[in-house]
């Protein structure tokens, strides 16, 4: 079943009065969203019935667990040991079950983030302050009751639209990869102060050399060696690979095996962590403190609404070939009782997981290898053309289905079971540093940051003619690079002081910054070149209302005396493509493709 979603009935284009307001329409985002969607769920269920999503299924329980896993570990050490491994399956386990029935985008992975540890133990340093540290957990239950409820109100008012107006600028500044890199590195410093030197030191060679198997492994997909199905098998199969490996290595007999690495704590099946009922007496917190609560939920639900929404968007990247649509407002919704049930048992808020939601998609698509082959041929009149052959791999189809998000919750709900608690308590510490490792490197290389970064540091002649950034001065895009970094700085540091509860509001700060500042700053062609919506597929865009109209392109027509109808839409979601502006597939390279599909 495949319909064309660009011209999707909801939209807000040309209306007028009260009918223009969000606000004053509630829950017709969520009612469309419900049905756009309901008409493939049986298709959800029989799609997922194949290779792809059980390869899929392996790879991101894995890119799930062991982050999981290792920010459950951060909390537990800045928490006084409140949060701990059953706690931290729960979560993952309650978000996978909740999402895989019945959300409108089952590919978005649900789980936890180093931004819900972060916000967690901040919240835990605020009340140690405060003199109510025995408070805590009715504390906390009582920032996700609220962060719930203003979860529930920005869906119902349709406010999940103004994601649209969200581009690359802000999201390639979102800190998430800086963070994870700097938690690894702390849970490696805890090993050196918790553990012994020698301890410490296999600790730095484990994490590292997970991180450079996963690498590896994953990048043997991306070759030419062995036959097809081989190399696929090794790429699918990296994380489970590697932890096994590395996990058995620090158990070889002799100096190793005695060293003293930490490993993973042991728990009682399906109990919490300290010694209480799994339901929060939430009732029992002072009047005073349920209002001082009520901010920290408001900015809890800024960050959820960038972070879960970010996330959605990553999984269905134009790159993949999806047919099926979007819904952001429902899946808000559910996000909002997601946070109300882990609030009050007293587990950590699942969000969407912005590094491993393209994983999920990226695991559950058939690629296929083409050859294709180039002539090159010498100014010298007189010389042979040579031939060059090269492969190239395209994405054919994705496995848009709900299975693996369900067969996902499955295995987390067993992990939760004595037997495989003691194979995690065999784990060494080290390897989830190792994990944050991958999971922080997952968004540098590609990252417009990066890429841009290394575009102005090379040497002018070897820069390919055909790319838009060769019209532009190299100091302005370093100008531009700027405000970015200054963005990724302010992220971090932040992060690392008891200020991190105001996390969301410099993030969010960026998406004004865009729109309004920085069209000011930046001409029409420098920003249609250098930045690009983060939602850009008919598929996404439908569940938002359509796509707006850029600042850059509004500031020229009304200083041209064009119309300025605020309903009119910009020429990229109309099909047609700003000059010099930057598409998001790439450049596709004109060469003569042969038979080699395999």
């Not at 994601?163 to 963070?179: K, L």
């Not at 939920?297 to 959820?304: A, E, H, P, R, Y």
């Not at 950590?348 to 590094?355: D, F, K």
Request: aromatic share 14%; glycine share 8%.
């Amino acid at each position: 079943m495949s319909k064309d979603f660009s011209k999707d009935p909801y939209n807000w284009d040309n209306l007028h009065g009260w009918r223009s307001y969000r606000a004053a329409r509630p829950f017709r985002g969520i009612y469309y969203d419900v049905c756009r969607r309901l008409p493939y769920y049986w298709s959800d269920i029989k799609d997922g019935f194949n290779y792809r999503t059980f390869a899929g299924t392996i790879r991101i329980f894995f890119v799930n667990l062991l982050p999981a896993i290792a920010f459950e570990l951060d909390m537990e050490r800045n928490t006084g040991g409140y949060f701990g491994i059953n706690e931290a399956l729960f979560s993952s386990a309650l978000a996978a079950v909740v999402f895989s029935t019945m959300s409108c985008q089952p590919l978005t992975v649900v789980g936890i983030t180093g931004l819900i540890s972060l916000f967690n133990y901040t919240i835990y340093h605020i009340a140690v302050q405060q003199g109510i540290r025995e408070l805590y957990p009715q504390l906390i239950a009582w920032v996700s009751i609220w962060a719930a409820i203003t979860h529930w109100l920005t869906a119902i008012f349709n406010w999940c639209d103004y994601m649209r107006y969200i581009t690359d600028f802000s999201s390639n500044s979102f800190g998430i990869a800086d963070v994870g890199i700097v938690k690894g590195v702390e849970e490696l410093v805890d090993q050196f102060n918790s553990g012994s030197l020698p301890g410490g030191y296999l600790s730095i060679v484990i994490a590292l050399s997970y991180l450079f198997t996963v690498q590896a492994l994953e990048g043997v997909g991306d070759t030419s060696l062995f036959r097809p199905w081989i190399r696929k098998s090794i790429a699918d199969y990296a994380y489970p690979i590697a932890t096994v490996f590395w996990t058995g290595f620090s158990h070889i007999p002799g100096r190793i095996e005695n060293t003293d690495l930490l490993r993973v704590p042991h728990t009682r099946a399906f109990y919490p962590t300290v010694d209480r009922p799994w339901l929060v007496d939430f009732w029992n917190l002072p009047v005073k403190w349920v209002f001082v609560a009520l901010p920290m939920g408001i900015l809890l639900t800024l960050l959820f609404y960038y972070d879960h929404n970010v996330s959605s968007l990553g999984a269905q990247e134009k790159r993949f070939p999806l047919k099926k649509p979007a819904g952001f407002h429902w899946d808000f919704f559910l996000l909002g009782c997601t946070c109300f049930i882990a609030g009050i048992i007293g587990i950590p808020l699942p969000n969407g997981l912005v590094p491993q939601a393209p994983v999920h998609t990226d695991s559950c698509t058939e690629y296929t290898d083409r050859l294709v082959t180039s002539k090159e041929k010498d100014d010298d009149g007189d010389a042979e053309e040579i031939k060059h052959n090269k492969k190239t791999i395209i994405a054919a189809w994705v496995a848009e289905q709900r299975v693996s998000h369900f067969l996902m919750a499955l295995m987390f709900i067993g992990t939760m079971t004595g037997p495989l608690l003691v194979v995690l308590h065999t784990m060494p510490r080290a390897l989830f540093s190792g994990v944050f490792f991958v999971v922080g490197w997952l968004g540098i290389p590609g990252n417009g940051i990066t890429q841009n970064i290394l575009y102005i540091l090379s040497e002018t002649r070897f820069r390919d003619p055909q790319d838009p950034r060769q019209q532009l001065s190299r100091w302005r895009i370093a100008y531009y690079l700027l405000f970015q970094i200054l963005g990724v700085g302010f992220s971090v540091a932040i992060s690392q002081t008891i200020g991190a509860i105001g996390f969301p509001v410099i993030i969010v700060a960026l998406i004004p910054l865009r729109w309004v500042v920085m069209p000011r700053i930046f001409t029409k062609t420098e920003l249609q070149v250098l930045d690009a919506p983060t939602a850009d597929s008919h598929v996404v865009l439908a569940s938002m209302g359509g796509k707006p109209e850029m600042p850059e392109i509004t500031r020229e027509r009304r200083a041209r005396g064009g119309d300025v109808e605020s309903g009119e839409s910009s020429g990229v979601s109309s099909g047609v493509m700003h000059e010099g502006m930057r598409s998001r597939d790439g450049g596709e390279e004109k060469e003569d493709e042969e038979e080699g599909k395999s």
